[in-house]
């Protein structure tokens, strides 16, 4: 099951608004090896591929490829090495990370409140919905320099730019996961003696949270992508930052630092982000992992 | 009469009427088949029944007074998956007692009795998803009786089910409701199932619907569905049941 959702979580996400949660239930292979064996052999050529790339990386920089362009592991790995101890990852980082935070939190929450009055008020919906559709089709890029104009350099910017593109893709899901929910199991439950209220809470806010859940996980990591966009595009921190400084003083090593730093902490995010959600959802995993 | 529709108009918009002065009466531990081809309308009755739709005209009137909103003394099972897929076997089972706000204690109680009756007791604490489509419709069926309502409104319950489960389920209704003594509406579009189950079957077709024939079945509650199978009466009544809905068709 973990390496289900590892794999899943490696693959980059689709950026279709109405994400699929449901996952077919797959069954396990026929056992001849035993699961850890199986894992622990994987691992191995995990390491042996990206070990390999690494080591025909340092040979071919300089000799195949001019070094001005790719840099080298090792410089790389000294740079990091550098960045760690002077204190420029974490300052950079943390102001990343803030931005994304805000960012998400903004945006996925303006998302599902509008996601759910929108989904679960039927005229509301058909009134507002072609005007969001309209909203998601213009490229956010373009609303960067209005962004800019109103709220200067500062972190309100990237927070504002990421909390956009979260909001559809949270907005999508909801939307589309509280109107999904069964006719027939809402009258069920009436019947059952529930108040409007009670099924509300006991059917369609439960039914929503599975596409909630799969909006939200894929929206995290565009969030860091809008935050380091607005940070490429205009500001003076943050990792976006320091990768357009990299380049535009051809670093190609600062330049890789900077995007792995971005790995670790896009890796860290996700696997944050899985936990929560499969906790959340074990009643839908539970019978899939036997 | 626990059931009464007086004089009933229905019809949805856009459509030819589907109900024009229709009469339906199901008395107390009554056993009442609908039978009649798909889209004929008696989904229409039974949603009537529940009071999840409402007559244009006419009166449903439920245990002696008239029917407003939503028919709450009725359980009601449909061909659907209405289990919460978030909650245990349990929870689901002891939902409308919670929703009643019946105490505690109370809840355990029946609960463990609904389970043992629908043997689902070794699965009390699994979730739908691990559950096979006999063990939902038995959780279904435990879910519709546990607040003792005095009929059950069924909607083809069975039959997204395999023969040998609708068998099966078919024993364990009759054996339900002949212990609990409560009243069904049960509707369905399969002749024998309609011969096995009930006490009196309304053979439904037309536009507006219409009664074509009511068919009373003498067998009891405590009939043995494989003897009757067997018996040339049951053949009897199938041949003459398929005719009249072949006549319904056309």
């Known amino acids: 099951m973990n390496m289900v959702s590892k794999i899943e979580a490696a693959a980059p996400a689709a950026p279709i608004p109405a994400a699929q949660p449901r996952r077919a239930a797959t069954r396990p292979a026929p056992v001849r090896k ?74 996925a929450g303006a998302g599902m409140i509008v996601g759910f009055l929108t989904g679960s008020w039927r005229r509301l919906g058909d009134i507002l919905q072609p005007i969001v559709t309209a909203f998601y089709t213009l490229p956010r890029l373009a609303l960067a320099p209005l962004f800019l104009l109103w709220f200067g350099l500062g972190i309100e910017f990237r927070i504002v730019f990421a909390a956009t593109i979260v909001f559809f893709l949270v907005y999508y899901n909801t939307y589309f996961g509280v109107r999904e929910v069964s006719r027939e199991l809402i009258s069920a439950v009436r019947i059952m003696g529930a108040s409007r209220i009670q099924v509300m809470t006991r059917v369609i806010i439960p039914s929503a949270l599975v596409w909630v859940a799969a909006g939200l996980k894929i929206s995290v990591p565009y969030a ?64 899939e992992q036997k | 009469m626990l059931l009464e529709l007086r004089d009933v108009h229905f019809r949805y918009h856009g459509e030819a009427p589907i109900l024009e002065g229709f009469d339906l009466d199901i008395a107390h531990g009554e056993f009442v088949a609908l039978l009649g081809p798909s889209g004929c309308g008696k989904s229409t009755l039974l949603n009537l029944a529940a009071g999840l739709l409402d007559p244009l005209a006419g009166e449903v009137d439920f245990g002696g007074k008239a029917l407003t909103g939503l028919n709450r003394d009725a359980g009601y099972m449909t061909q659907g998956d209405t289990l919460l897929p978030w909650m245990t076997v349990t929870n689901n089972i002891g939902l409308p007692l919670e929703l009643r706000n019946v105490p505690r204690g109370e809840r355990r109680d029946k609960i463990e009795r609904a389970l043992k009756l629908v043997n689902l007791w070794e699965a009390r604490d699994k979730f739908p998803s691990e559950l096979s489509g006999g063990m939902k419709r038995r959780a279904l069926l435990a879910r519709s009786i546990i607040y003792d309502p005095p009929m059950l409104l069924m909607d083809e319950p069975f039959g997204a089910l395999d023969a040998q489960m609708r068998e099966t389920m078919h024993q364990e209704l009759l054996d339900t409701v002949g212990r ?62 398929r005719d009249l809905l072949r006549a319904a068709h056309s």
């Open chain 2, 180 to 241: 609990t003594g409560e009243s069904v509406l049960f509707v369905t579009h399969d002749i024998s199932e309609s011969i096995l189950l009930a006490d009196r079957i309304l053979v439904l077709g037309g536009r507006p619907l219409k009664v074509l024939e009511e068919v009373r079945i003498a067998w009891g509650k405590d009939r043995d569905l494989d003897k009757i199978r067997k018996d040339p009466e049951y053949t009897a009544l199938e041949t003459r049941l």
């Open chain 1, 224 to 287: 860091l992508v809008g935050v380091v966009v607005a940070e490429m595009l205009a500001s003076d921190k943050g990792m976006g930052f320091l990768l357009s400084r990299s380049a535009s003083q051809f670093s190609a090593s600062g330049s890789f630092a900077a995007i792995a730093g971005l790995l670790v902490v896009a890796l860290i995010v996700d696997w944050i982000i899985t936990k929560i959600t499969d906790r959340a959802l074990r009643w839908k995993t539970v019978a």
């Open chain 1, 34 to 107: 035993s699961r850890l064996r199986y894992r622990l052999e994987n691992l191995a050529w995990q390491i042996v591929l990206i070990g390999g790339f690494l080591l025909l990386w340092e040979y071919a920089s300089d000799r195949w490829v001019p070094k001005l362009m790719v840099s080298k592991p090792s410089e790389i790995g000294a740079m990091m090495w550098k960045w760690l101890m002077d204190g420029t990852y974490l300052s950079n980082l943390w102001v990343t990370i803030q931005a994304t935070f805000f960012g998400f939190l903004f945006g």
